[in-house]
């Protein structure tokens, strides 16, 4: 097979079959398989940033609030787009704010420092949380506004950034994203724990993955990093894996997590695959029902089952490739010989039990089962804020699990194999009952990552930090972004928070006083000798030296000004509208500076003050 196609195997659970019996139930383990990562798909991503009034909390992380953390991780993620990527970032709250839009920005140099840009100026602009609305802008002004061309060469993603508090009501309804997965990154833990169910429901309906992230800038860009490390490894793309079975075989179920699949017929079935990262690697389990031989009392070396066949498209190419069949295959063994002949030898004790390699799926795809069935129970999906009792799901998962390994899909795998579903449902439970919403999390992030086999993050608290499904390249990517995240400061102050602290007025007023001191004793500085020479330049001096300080004060007064302009602004956003007479308050301050710098008379150290005291009160009349 040659260097760079997607390969295609397919495995029975068993070996062989007894002519003279048949197997209702014969799971098959399917495997996609994609290169190495040679050339990429370029992508389209649209990053949707939530600044609702839940961005505005503190993080863990001191001197940063949660705004801050998005956009600092989000710089990293756009210095490690390529040069053929493109980016639109989309911050939403309530309105969503549609004029602070990017268009699709290609992710050259030019283009990722006019990201930086931009990213630098939003902040959290309060408001509650609107999901459906910024679906809406991603798929209809984004991903499906592109051309033919560019859908079925460059695969679309949305990423979302959110704490998950979303009053639009989609937790409920179906999410319409077009096709397009939605991978969501809830920022949790500090002072509000996280709701996990909305941003779940999104990223199951959607195909997407979910990310639980500790607010702290380290975490974020941990799992941010993950997730860009996959997209930007695209190797395949409309992959689609096809299956037919033979005369005597049916197919009784697909089991393909989030990929949609259908076997309506039984004699053929499909999974949608679509997008593949480099290394990657999809299983499916088709269970199928085998009748017995026609003539049972004759064995067959192989007798075919089912044949498996796919198609994708290569990075920016149209044309299908195909993907070299797989055959699966049984021996069929004839009965027993009649008494008096010499039997054949006895197949070996293992025989009866399922594979291992099909055996570890299944017994996954049964962890999940009963994890998702416990974990259902307890959410919470009528918005109450009752969280789930993680010690209460911990004693459940436990039992039923134990109570689970008599079923009937269990019989026939060996007991160490059913061991590795004691694995991961000891390490559920033993989070749950030590580290409580951290457990719950934890649950939904490894059931997220299970049904789509895509790499997710858990990077909540000190607990762990944990992937799954994850190239090298991968993990590569998400150390790069956490090591250069823990060497970034702190952003100053947000100056929304409070609109007096958009001027240092206290350093402006020391300023002011000292110029102010020295504009005074100038003349003593410079004392003229007798000769008129002497005179003459030292009158040149001492102007040139006011000249400056006057430049001086009027940089500070310019301060001043911007600090009016500014107030201005945010009163109009934020007063009532009986507040309006402030307004004009406002104006005829501006003007009184204006007139002030064009007419090159800079105010003094104590009007400048009195203007500060000014505003300042104006400011305390308008917030009472």
């Known amino acids: 097979m040659l260097q760079g196609e997607v390969k295609l195997h397919a495995q029975a659970g068993v070996t062989e079959i007894p002519a003279n019996e048949g197997r209702t139930d014969l799971p098959v383990l399917v495997r996609v398989v994609a290169p190495s990562k040679q050339q990429r798909a370029p992508i389209d991503l649209v990053a949707l940033l939530d600044t609702g009034d839940s961005m505005k909390l503190k993080a863990k992380d001191p001197h940063w609030t949660r705004m801050d953390l998005v956009v600092a991780a989000m710089e990293l993620v756009v210095r490690r787009l390529g040069a053929a990527d493109r980016l639109a970032i989309v911050p939403f709250n309530a309105g969503g704010n549609a004029r602070k839009m990017t268009p699709f920005t290609y992710m050259d140099q030019v283009g990722q420092n006019n990201a930086v840009q931009f990213l630098n100026k939003p902040r959290a602009l309060g408001g509650y949380t609107n999901f459906q609305q910024a679906f809406y802008w991603a798929v209809n002004r984004y991903l499906d506004a592109r ?209 291992q390699v099909v055996a570890v799926q299944i017994v996954e795809i049964h962890v999940a089962a009963v994890l998702q069935e416990v974990v259902k129970a307890h959410n919470k999906d009528d918005g109450g804020d009752a969280a789930p009792n993680p010690k209460l799901i911990a004693q459940e998962l436990h039992d039923k699990w134990h109570s ?110 000292l110029w102010s001191k020295v504009k005074r004793e100038v003349p003593e500085f410079f004392q003229p000798s007798e000769d008129a020479e002497s005179h003459h330049l030292t009158a040149v001096i001492r102007e040139a030296s006011l000249d400056a300080i006057n430049r001086a004060m009027h940089q500070d007064m310019y301060l001043v000004l911007l600090y009016y302009i500014f107030v201005y602004c945010y009163f109009i956003h934020h007063a009532a509208s009986s507040d309006r007479h402030i307004f004009y308050y406002f104006m005829y301050m501006m003007l009184i500076c204006l007139i002030a710098l064009q007419g090159r008379r800079p105010c003094e150290q104590p009007q400048a003050m009195l203007l500060r005291r000014q505003a300042v009160a104006v400011v305390v009349q308008a917030a009472a």
Not at 225 to 248: C, E, L, M, W, Y
Not at 413 to 432: A, P, Q, S, W, Y
Not at 454 to 459: L, R, S
Not at 473 to 490: E, I, T
């Open 147 to 355: 051309s033919g061309d560019e859908k079925a060469t460059r695969p679309g993603f949305i990423l979302l950034v959110s704490s998950g508090d979303d009053k639009s009501g989609i937790g409920g309804r179906h999410v319409d994203t077009g096709g397009y997965p939605v991978h969501a990154f809830e920022i949790c833990g500090g002072q509000t724990p996280g709701k996990p169910q909305v941003m779940l429901h999104v990223a199951r309906e959607t195909r997407g993955t979910y990310h639980p992230v500790d607010d702290t800038v380290k975490s974020l860009a941990l799992a941010l990093g993950t997730f860009v490390g996959g997209i930007t490894s695209v190797v395949a793309v409309n992959a689609k894996v096809d299956f037919a079975v033979p005369d005597g075989v049916r197919i009784t179920k697909i089991e393909s997590g989030s990929y949609g699949s259908e076997w309506s017929k039984g004699t053929e079935g499909h999974v949608d695959v679509g997008v593949l990262y480099g290394k990657d690697e999809k299983k499916f389990v088709v269970h199928l029902s085998v009748q017995q031989l026609t003539d049972p009392t004759k064995g067959v070396d192989k007798q075919p089952l089912l044949t498996a066949t796919g198609t994708y498209n290569k990075p920016s190419r149209r044309e299908p490739d195909f993907m070299k069949q797989a055959e699966v295959t049984v021996k069929r063994t004839p009965p027993p010989p009649a008494s008096g002949t010499t039997a054949p030898p006895a197949p070996p004790a293992t025989a009866v039990h399922i594979q």
């Open 404 to 513: 689970s390994k008599a079923d009937e899909k269990l019989q026939h795998i060996h007991e160490d194999h059913v061991k590795t579903g004691d694995v991961h449902v000891t390490e559920m439970v033993k989070l749950l009952k030590e580290h409580g919403h951290v457990g719950v999390l934890y649950a939904h992030a490894w059931l997220a990552s299970h049904a789509t086999q895509q790499m997710a993050t858990f990077a909540v608290s000190s607990v762990l930090v944990k992937h799954w499904f994850h190239s090298e390249y991968m993990a590569l990517v998400a150390g790069d972004l956490a090591y250069h995240a823990a060497s970034m400061a702190a952003p100053p102050a947000a100056a929304a928070d409070d609109p007096c602290k958009c001027v240092d007025f206290d350093r402006i007023d020391h300023r002011l006083e």
